[in-house]
Protein backbone atom coordinates (compact mmCIF):
# COMPACT_ATOMS: atom_id res chain seq x y z
CA UNK A 1 0.00 0.00 0.00
CA UNK A 2 2.85 2.18 0.60
CA UNK A 3 3.76 2.20 -3.33
CA UNK A 4 0.89 3.75 -4.19
CA UNK A 5 1.68 6.80 -1.75
CA UNK A 6 4.92 7.05 -3.23
CA UNK A 7 3.72 6.75 -6.60
CA UNK A 8 1.41 9.79 -5.83
CA UNK A 9 4.58 11.96 -5.04
CA UNK A 10 6.97 10.47 -6.83
CA UNK A 11 5.69 9.34 -10.39
CA UNK A 12 2.93 12.22 -10.62
CA UNK A 13 3.07 11.82 -14.78
CA UNK A 14 1.84 8.04 -14.46
CA UNK A 15 -1.76 7.06 -15.38
CA UNK A 16 -2.58 6.34 -11.98
CA UNK A 17 -1.49 9.17 -10.45
CA UNK A 18 -3.39 11.51 -12.70
CA UNK A 19 -6.38 9.94 -12.51
CA UNK A 20 -6.24 10.13 -8.66
CA UNK A 21 -5.27 13.95 -8.85
CA UNK A 22 -8.05 14.53 -11.06
CA UNK A 23 -10.75 12.19 -9.96
CA UNK A 24 -10.06 11.52 -5.90
CA UNK A 25 -8.12 14.53 -4.52
CA UNK A 26 -9.16 17.06 -7.11
CA UNK A 27 -6.04 19.35 -6.39
CA UNK A 28 -5.51 18.39 -2.75
CA UNK A 29 -2.61 16.58 -1.49
CA UNK A 30 -2.63 13.04 -0.31
CA UNK A 31 -1.62 14.24 3.43
CA UNK A 32 -4.69 16.22 3.61
CA UNK A 33 -6.77 13.34 2.29
CA UNK A 34 -8.96 11.66 4.64
CA UNK A 35 -10.74 7.60 4.31
CA UNK A 36 -14.93 8.38 3.87
CA UNK A 37 -17.33 5.47 3.59
CA UNK A 38 -18.02 6.83 -0.08
CA UNK A 39 -14.66 6.14 -1.18
CA UNK A 40 -13.28 2.31 -2.35
CA UNK A 41 -12.00 0.15 -0.11
CA UNK A 42 -8.38 0.27 -1.61
CA UNK A 43 -8.04 3.85 -1.75
CA UNK A 44 -9.27 4.00 2.09
CA UNK A 45 -6.20 1.57 2.60
CA UNK A 46 -4.49 3.79 0.63
CA UNK A 47 -5.20 6.82 3.25
CA UNK A 48 -4.81 4.57 5.96
CA UNK A 49 -1.43 3.67 4.93
CA UNK A 50 -0.85 7.55 4.47
CA UNK A 51 -1.53 8.51 8.21
CA UNK A 52 0.84 5.30 9.24
CA UNK A 53 3.47 7.05 7.70
CA UNK A 54 2.51 10.75 9.62
CA UNK A 55 2.15 8.50 12.91
CA UNK A 56 5.55 7.38 12.50
CA UNK A 57 7.65 10.38 11.54
CA UNK A 58 5.86 12.83 12.83
CA UNK A 59 4.54 15.17 9.88
CA UNK A 60 4.48 15.27 6.16
CA UNK A 61 8.30 17.01 5.85
CA UNK A 62 9.50 14.19 7.57
CA UNK A 63 7.44 10.88 5.84
CA UNK A 64 8.60 12.70 2.35
CA UNK A 65 12.37 12.48 3.60
CA UNK A 66 11.90 9.13 4.81
CA UNK A 67 10.20 7.69 1.16
CA UNK A 68 12.55 9.60 -0.21
CA UNK A 69 15.51 7.78 1.32
CA UNK A 70 14.06 4.45 0.80
CA UNK A 71 13.57 5.23 -3.16
CA UNK A 72 17.46 4.96 -4.75
CA UNK A 73 17.44 6.57 -7.83
CA UNK A 74 13.62 6.77 -8.11
CA UNK A 75 12.95 3.28 -7.95
CA UNK A 76 10.55 2.18 -4.84
CA UNK A 77 12.51 -0.71 -2.95
CA UNK A 78 9.83 -3.15 -0.94
CA UNK A 79 12.62 -4.36 1.21
CA UNK A 80 13.78 -0.96 2.35
CA UNK A 81 10.32 0.10 3.23
CA UNK A 82 9.54 -3.30 5.53
CA UNK A 83 12.56 -2.30 7.39
CA UNK A 84 12.03 1.07 7.75
CA UNK A 85 8.49 0.99 8.90
CA UNK A 86 8.44 -2.59 10.67
CA UNK A 87 8.91 -2.64 14.76
CA UNK A 88 12.11 -4.11 15.64
CA UNK A 89 12.47 -6.08 18.90
CA UNK A 90 15.87 -8.25 20.17
CA UNK A 91 16.03 -11.55 18.75
CA UNK A 92 14.66 -14.05 20.85
CA UNK A 93 17.13 -17.21 21.85
CA UNK A 94 14.75 -19.61 20.40
CA UNK A 95 14.71 -17.87 16.41
CA UNK A 96 17.32 -19.93 15.48
CA UNK A 97 15.44 -23.01 15.89
CA UNK A 98 12.16 -22.17 14.71
CA UNK A 99 13.57 -20.52 12.03
CA UNK A 100 16.13 -23.03 10.61
CA UNK A 101 17.06 -22.82 6.37
CA UNK A 102 15.16 -26.34 6.24
CA UNK A 103 11.98 -25.52 7.91
CA UNK A 104 8.37 -25.62 5.92
CA UNK A 105 7.03 -22.16 6.70
CA UNK A 106 3.71 -23.62 8.42
CA UNK A 107 6.15 -25.25 10.76
CA UNK A 108 7.64 -21.93 11.77
CA UNK A 109 4.58 -20.28 12.52
CA UNK A 110 3.05 -23.38 14.61
CA UNK A 111 6.42 -23.39 16.35
CA UNK A 112 6.36 -19.25 17.12
CA UNK A 113 2.71 -20.12 18.46
CA UNK A 114 4.53 -22.80 20.76
CA UNK A 115 7.05 -20.57 21.67
CA UNK A 116 4.68 -17.48 22.82
CA UNK A 117 2.30 -20.20 24.34
CA UNK A 118 -0.64 -18.86 22.44
CA UNK A 119 -1.67 -22.38 20.72
CA UNK A 120 -5.35 -22.95 21.31
CA UNK A 121 -4.80 -25.79 23.71
CA UNK A 122 -7.86 -27.05 25.72
CA UNK A 123 -7.13 -25.51 29.26
CA UNK A 124 -6.92 -22.42 27.13
CA UNK A 125 -10.26 -23.12 25.59
CA UNK A 126 -11.95 -24.05 28.95
CA UNK A 127 -10.85 -20.76 30.34
CA UNK A 128 -12.60 -18.67 27.81
CA UNK A 129 -16.00 -20.89 28.15
CA UNK A 130 -15.39 -22.30 24.78
CA UNK A 131 -15.48 -25.97 26.10
CA UNK A 132 -16.55 -27.40 28.85
CA UNK A 133 -14.19 -30.55 29.45
CA UNK A 134 -10.80 -30.57 29.34
CA UNK A 135 -8.97 -33.94 28.16
CA UNK A 136 -6.47 -34.66 26.34
CA UNK A 137 -7.06 -35.92 22.91
CA UNK A 138 -4.17 -37.72 21.93
CA UNK A 139 -3.92 -40.15 25.78
CA UNK A 140 -7.65 -39.76 26.46
CA UNK A 141 -6.76 -39.65 30.29
CA UNK A 142 -5.46 -36.30 31.58
CA UNK A 143 -6.35 -33.25 31.19
CA UNK A 144 -4.49 -31.11 28.20
CA UNK A 145 -2.05 -28.16 28.17
CA UNK A 146 1.09 -26.86 26.44
CA UNK A 147 3.07 -28.86 28.47
CA UNK A 148 1.07 -31.88 28.59
CA UNK A 149 1.15 -31.77 24.80
CA UNK A 150 4.45 -31.23 24.35
CA UNK A 151 5.87 -33.71 25.55
CA UNK A 152 4.45 -35.06 28.58
CA UNK A 153 1.80 -37.15 27.11
CA UNK A 154 2.64 -40.49 26.04
CA UNK A 155 1.86 -40.27 22.82
CA UNK A 156 4.20 -37.51 22.19
CA UNK A 157 6.77 -38.99 24.15
CA UNK A 158 6.70 -41.90 22.13
CA UNK A 159 6.65 -39.35 18.71
CA UNK A 160 9.68 -37.39 20.62
CA UNK A 161 11.76 -40.46 21.57
CA UNK A 162 11.75 -42.38 17.56
CA UNK A 163 12.39 -38.50 16.23
CA UNK A 164 15.07 -37.79 18.47
CA UNK A 165 16.53 -41.47 17.77
CA UNK A 166 16.37 -40.62 14.00
CA UNK A 167 17.81 -37.77 14.28
CA UNK A 168 20.87 -38.81 16.12
CA UNK A 169 20.06 -36.46 19.42
CA UNK A 170 20.08 -37.71 23.02
CA UNK A 171 16.90 -36.02 24.82
CA UNK A 172 16.90 -37.53 28.19
CA UNK A 173 13.91 -35.21 28.99
CA UNK A 174 9.82 -35.08 27.91
CA UNK A 175 9.68 -31.23 30.02
CA UNK A 176 9.09 -28.81 27.19
CA UNK A 177 11.46 -26.02 28.33
CA UNK A 178 14.49 -29.12 28.65
CA UNK A 179 13.62 -30.14 25.40
CA UNK A 180 13.53 -26.95 23.47
CA UNK A 181 17.28 -26.16 25.82
CA UNK A 182 18.59 -29.63 24.56
CA UNK A 183 17.97 -28.97 21.27
CA UNK A 184 19.19 -25.22 21.31
CA UNK A 185 22.32 -26.32 23.03
CA UNK A 186 23.25 -28.82 19.78
CA UNK A 187 24.94 -27.22 16.41
CA UNK A 188 21.99 -28.39 14.77
CA UNK A 189 21.79 -29.71 11.05
CA UNK A 190 19.23 -28.23 8.38
CA UNK A 191 17.56 -32.00 9.17
CA UNK A 192 17.59 -31.73 12.40
CA UNK A 193 16.65 -28.09 13.01
CA UNK A 194 13.04 -29.14 10.10
CA UNK A 195 12.73 -32.36 12.18
CA UNK A 196 12.12 -30.81 15.35
CA UNK A 197 9.79 -28.25 13.62
CA UNK A 198 7.86 -31.08 11.69
CA UNK A 199 7.58 -33.18 14.92
CA UNK A 200 5.83 -30.04 16.39
CA UNK A 201 3.78 -29.70 13.71
CA UNK A 202 2.73 -32.89 13.14
CA UNK A 203 1.36 -33.78 16.64
CA UNK A 204 -0.10 -30.72 17.10
CA UNK A 205 -2.24 -31.79 13.16
CA UNK A 206 -2.77 -35.15 14.78
CA UNK A 207 -4.83 -33.44 18.17
CA UNK A 208 -6.67 -31.36 15.55
CA UNK A 209 -7.50 -34.23 13.57
CA UNK A 210 -8.99 -36.47 15.86
CA UNK A 211 -10.86 -33.82 17.35
CA UNK A 212 -12.06 -32.35 14.27
CA UNK A 213 -11.77 -35.35 11.64
CA UNK A 214 -11.93 -38.28 14.33
CA UNK A 215 -8.91 -39.45 12.30
CA UNK A 216 -6.24 -41.26 14.07
CA UNK A 217 -2.82 -42.17 13.45
CA UNK A 218 -0.48 -44.09 15.34
CA UNK A 219 3.15 -42.86 16.78
CA UNK A 220 4.71 -45.04 14.23
CA UNK A 221 2.93 -43.31 11.35
CA UNK A 222 3.32 -40.46 12.40
CA UNK A 223 7.00 -40.71 12.50
CA UNK A 224 6.79 -42.00 9.18
CA UNK A 225 4.87 -38.51 7.83
CA UNK A 226 7.84 -36.68 9.42
CA UNK A 227 10.29 -38.25 7.97
CA UNK A 228 9.50 -38.60 4.73
CA UNK A 229 8.21 -34.81 4.49
CA UNK A 230 11.52 -33.46 5.93
CA UNK A 231 13.52 -35.81 3.84
CA UNK A 232 11.56 -34.70 0.24
CA UNK A 233 11.97 -31.00 1.51
CA UNK A 234 15.36 -31.29 2.30
CA UNK A 235 16.01 -33.38 -1.20
CA UNK A 236 13.86 -30.50 -3.08
CA UNK A 237 16.21 -27.74 -1.50
Same mark, same amino acid.
Given at each position: ??????????????????????? +????? #????? &???? !??????????? /?????????????????????? !????????? /????????????????????????????? =?????????????? #??? +????? +? /? +???????????? #????? =?????? !? &??????????? *???????????????????????????????? *???????????????????????????? !??????????
Amino acid at each position: MTKWVWKLLFKPQCLWSRWVQNY +VLKGR #DIWSA &TATI !SQSWYWNNVVR /MKDLLLDLTGNAGQALLMLESC !SPQLKYSTA /MYYNALRTRHDTVTWAPLVHGKGCHPKHS =FTGVLLMHNTLPTT #DQL +VSRGI +V /M +VNRCSLCKFQVE #DLHHN =FFSCGY !S &TKVLSIIANWL *VINVGFTELQEVIQTFLSLRLSRKQQAGFMAM *VYYIWKERNDRIFKGICTTPEMLCFKIR !SHVNLRLFSS
